[in-house]
């Protein structure tokens, strides 16, 4: 059974803050999706990635696939970036599916 | 267009109303799938057609039924809900080349059942 876990459940930090979001994942998952949602929206995909560092703006995330981690991290974080993040594990090739993670809600502070 | 639009935003609907939800995109997507999500919850699949052929979540009652007109269009129908049917419902769409496979989720209809 594919499993996705992510730390922590909850984050609170201040305006400019480093903020990392972690994400761990069974064997049988190939790639990694970064999903966000602000309250009461629907959901946006930050990244996909199934090898090494991707970066957009001031989002970066990683994966290890040797180790099965991912991490998403946010530099100089402002109160916009306030929402739930969730890591989704990818599997089962032409029965693709995804693997969802509890996810993180994040509050920036001014 | 990297976008899946979903209509409408919200319903609100009683328990012995019929109406659909609609889904629609215009990337060439061949897979397209219905998520429930309930507050503070992660989504769960609900349906999933990949080239016009459906996959079910056993788990998810008759009330909801899928339709697949065309490969851009993706309709859910709804009939004698319950209020605990209460939920965003998402709308994804998932690109078939270039692996990994990364899927575009629509706004969502967020359905009140009352």
């Known amino acids: 059974k594919n499993e996705v876990e992510q730390s922590p459940q909850n984050l609170t930090a201040q305006e400019g803050e480093f903020i990392t979001i972690n994400c761990s994942y069974s064997v049988g998952i190939s790639a990694l999706h970064w999903l966000q949602q602000h309250p009461g929206g629907g959901i946006v995909s930050l990244f996909m990635?199934?090898?090494g560092k991707k970066k957009h703006g001031r989002l970066i995330a990683t994966i290890n696939i040797q180790e099965k981690h991912s991490s998403l991290h946010i530099t100089a974080s402002h109160p916009r970036d306030s929402a739930v993040y969730i890591c989704a594990g990818c599997s089962g090739g032409s029965n693709y599916k995804l693997t969802f993670g509890k996810g993180t809600l994040l509050t920036v502070n001014p | 267009d990297t976008e899946v639009t979903q209509t409408p935003k919200h319903l609100v609907m009683g328990m012995t109303n019929k109406k659909s939800l609609k889904c629609e995109q215009h990337?060439?997507?061949?897979?397209m799938y219905w998520y429930k999500q309930k507050a503070k919850k992660p989504p769960e699949l609900m349906f999933v057609?990949?080239?016009?052929?459906?996959?079910i979540n056993e788990s998810v009652p008759s009330r909801f039924s899928p339709e697949c007109p065309n490969s851009s269009l993706l309709n859910l129908h709804l009939h004698a809900l319950q209020p605990e049917d209460s939920a965003l419902y998402l709308c994804?769409?998932?690109?078939?080349?270039?692996?990994?496979?990364?899927?575009?989720f629509g706004p969502g209809t967020r359905l009140t059942v009352t």
């Open positions: 990337m060439g997507h061949r897979a």
């Open positions: 990635l199934s090898s």
């Open positions: 057609y990949s080239y016009e052929k459906l996959s």
């Open positions: 994804a769409s998932r690109r078939n080349v270039g692996l990994p496979y990364e899927q575009y």
